[in-house]
Structure formats: C-alpha cells, structure tokens
C-alpha cells in the first residue's frame, strides 16, 4: 500500500466510524437529571418532578419512540413540558407530527402536558402560504390529546393553598436570525407575559440567548433547547456550532443561574438541517424541584 492509498483508507475509516457514531447516538436518548433548589418554591412543591422534552424534530427514537417513552415512564414525572421545535417545518419537509403524537398518546390522560412554542411551531403559524393547513392541525393534535398551549399565555398549577405558574412565550422570528444574539425591544417579556407575579414562575423559552432578560423579569426557572447541544460536542470545549451559526456558545447545553434565575437548556432529542450528532446523545430532561429554607 502506497502512501497516499494508506491516507485515503484512513480518511474513509474515520469518516465510516464518525457516521455510524452520530447514528446511533441519534437514536439512543438519555434521562438527564437536575436539581433545582429555590425559596421562592412553594412548600407543597417541594419534590416536583418535571420532565423536560424539546426539539425533537419527528424523530423516532425505537418504533413509535417506544424508547424514548420508557425513558419517560421509568422518570415518573409529575407534569410533561414541552419547550417546542417537536416538528420540521423547511422547505423540504412534509407536514408529520407522528414523532409528536407518539409521545402525547402515551401520556394522556395521565400526565398533565404543556407545549411551548419553538421557531418550527412559529413559522408554521405565520408563514401560513408556505405551510398551508400546518397550524390548524397542530392545534387539533394538542387538543385532542388535552396539551395546554402556551402561546404568550400562563397556566397556574395548584396544590392545597399553594400555588406555580408556568407560561411559554412565543419569539419573534428575528430572535432566530444567524449570528450574534438579536436584543429584545424594551418591555419584551412583559408585553408578552404580563408582569411577574408573587409565584414561583416556569418559563417555555425556546432560545437560551436570554437568560440575562428573563432573570432581570423576574422568571426562577426558564427551560430551552434550540441550540441541540452545539451538534457536535468537545471535551473541554462544548458544544461546536448552533443552528444560528454560533459556535461554542455557552448557552448550548446545561445548567446556567443569573441572579433570581436558573436556566437549563436541553440538548433536544433529534436533527433536522444538519443531521448529525457527536459525543451529543438526545436527552429527555428530568427537573427535580426542592424548597430552599432561606437563612
């Protein structure tokens, strides 16, 4: 073997291994575990167990999710958010939420469920023309399957006298846009969302970029994806590049705290543009909540 066929057999080797890695880790998802203390946390919260899913992008992970579902039920959470980007809306996809439907079929009736919107669920609400009939029928799907929708809205949950709030909130698209992090106009949040109230308050934020905005409102716990780990993820390093285009963003996946607020990003559960995932499993996300006695 002469040099240049033994450079070639290598380039061929690594790319083989480097595709058959990022296939099967596409397909495996992992639970990964949080906790979250807070004083805020109402005392019959204390041990809340909510798990977190987002971006999954129709993927199936096992036949039907079948996988990804017993990860969920072997979780036993106590309520299911979903932090959006659950669909592929491009140019070149046909309309199938099956990957979404899977989930939800599984747990309703059983598990109360709330969805917030992701860029994928907004550009089917106002890209209408391009994704005709898109939205309606992912509205039925959340209704027959009895999902709260948070579109800039809140829901409260209550237990005894105690009372948390979860809302989702709705970017615009120029939040999405490639490059450095878009600024939110004065009042963002709370043009949307209301101002915050007295409750230990969750928020659906599809985009980790604005950690800083919503601890400054007032959110305690703020949930994202979007980011899908950074695609590619180096030891030391992190995630490589996010569908933005950023690369070694910070915010890509993980626990972040700011001031009143935490933020977790998961590292979602599927692909779409760039269909690869290194050393990046998809993760479904356990939270626990816990009440933090105040000094």
């Known amino acids: 073997m002469d040099r240049y066929t033994g450079i070639l057999t290598g380039a ?47 993927n199936h992970l096992g036949r039907k999710n079948e996988r ?32 979404l439907e899977e989930i939800l079929r599984a747990f309703a009736g059983r598990i109360p469920m709330y969805y917030g919107n992701g860029n994928h669920e907004s550009r089917i609400r106002t890209e209408r023309d391009s994704y005709p009939d898109w ?7 959340l209704k027959t399957y009895g999902v709260r929708h948070l579109m800039n809205s809140t829901e409260k949950i209550v237990r005894g006298e105690d009372t948390i709030r979860i809302s989702g909130i709705d970017f615009t698209a120029k939040c999405y846009l490639a490059g450095a992090k878009r600024p939110l106009e004065k009042g963002y949040i709370e043009k949307r969302l209301g101002p915050k109230d007295g409750d230990y308050h969750i928020v659906l934020a599809h985009s980790p970029l604005y950690l800083h905005e919503f601890s400054e409102w007032g959110a305690d716990l703020v949930l994202c994806g979007h980011f899908h780990g950074g695609t590619i993820r180096l030891p030391g390093l992190g995630g ?37 995932r290194i050393m990046n499993r998809p993760e479904a996300v356990l939270i626990r909540l816990g009440r933090k006695e105040s000094l």
């Not at 072997?74 to 990957?99: E, Q």
């Not at 939205?135 to 799907?141: D, E, G, N, S, T």
């Open 12 to 58: 061929f080797t690594a790319l083989s291994a480097f595709f058959l890695c990022s296939e099967y880790e596409k397909k495996h998802a992992v639970l990964r575990t949080y906790r979250v203390e807070s004083e805020a946390l109402p005392a019959s919260f204390d041990g809340l167990k909510v798990l977190f899913l987002s971006d999954l992008h129709n």
């Open 68 to 99: 990804l579902i017993r990860i969920i039920e072997d979780a036993r959470p106590d309520i299911l958010l979903f932090g959006g980007d659950m669909i592929t809306a491009k140019a070149w996809s046909k309309r199938d939420f099956s990957g």
């Open 135 to 141: 939205y309606p029928a992912f509205k039925r799907l």
């Open 240 to 276: 490589v590049m996010t569908p933005q285009f950023q690369f070694f963003n910070k915010y890509c996946k993980g626990m972040y705290t700011e001031g009143p607020a935490t933020q977790i990003t998961s590292g979602g559960l599927g692909t779409h543009s760039i269909n690869i």
